[in-house]
């Protein structure tokens, strides 16, 4: 499986940009997934990158660097219920998904 | 309405009581997995089953035991609860396959083990 990594804990303000970063392993990877995941509740499905580049989504975004291993979550105008865990999860050779510890961010007035 | 659904939600129990935690989908998807979610520990995989009559073990497997006898069920079964296994299960499966596909997620079934 992948190797994971993205920051435990981010916080920002409502209204803010904030980029949630996560780096991978690039042997045998195929693509990189993001969920979102509200306490005490199951994840949501937010993007899958195979390509490399910038994938828009409404208020949230998300891109991918094949070479580099590395992928971001772009979340703008935020809002309190953007307060939530973001999981990053990346497959490789086979069909499972590894997710990362998840970043848990804080969206305050 | 498309789902994935687990029970019990919520389970107190105590060591050594054998345990099942059922999983069932009504989207025809082939793929199936469970996830244990502990703090700061993220999702582990315990088992998946690409089809029917085909498991394989994830990251976490042992305490565990899985069955896929029809394509829509995939219970978890603890055999002999330890405290150890206390934890958030959850439940997804996939339907163009889960390197490609989104994952549905059961709503969660907390587990306690006295």
């Known amino acids: 499986g992948q190797n994971i990594d993205q920051p435990t804990e981010m916080t920002a303000t409502e209204g803010a940009i904030v980029q949630i970063n996560c780096t991978y392993q690039?042997?045998?990877?195929?693509?990189l997934f993001w969920y979102q995941q509200h306490a005490g509740e199951a994840p949501t499905f937010l993007s899958y990158?195979?390509?490399?580049g910038l994938e828009e989504k409404g208020r949230f975004s998300s891109f991918l660097s094949r070479s580099k291993g590395y992928s971001y979550l772009l979340l703008k105008e935020l809002q309190m219920k953007d307060s939530a865990s973001y999981l990053c999860a990346g497959t490789s050779g086979g069909y499972i998904p590894t997710f990362g510890r998840g970043t848990s961010l804080i969206v305050h007035p | 309405e498309a789902q994935v659904t687990q029970n019990p939600r919520y389970l107190i129990t105590v060591t050594g009581k054998k345990l099942t935690v059922t999983c069932s989908q009504n989207?025809?998807?082939?793929?199936m997995s469970w996830y244990r979610q502990d703090p700061g520990l993220g999702l582990r995989q315990i088992y998946y089953?690409?089809?029917?009559?085909?498991?394989d073990k994830g990251d976490v497997p042992e305490g565990y035991k899985v069955s896929r006898k029809e394509k829509r069920n995939f219970p978890l079964i603890l055999e002999s609860p330890s405290p150890n296994q206390t934890s958030l299960y959850f439940c997804a499966s996939s339907g163009t396959g889960p390197n490609t596909g989104e994952l549905f997620f059961g709503e969660g079934s907390r587990l306690t083990v006295l």
């Open positions: 989207m025809n998807h082939e793929y």
């Open positions: 690039t042997s045998g990877f195929n693509g």
């Open positions: 089953s690409m089809n029917v009559e085909v498991t």
């Open positions: 990158n195979v390509l490399d």
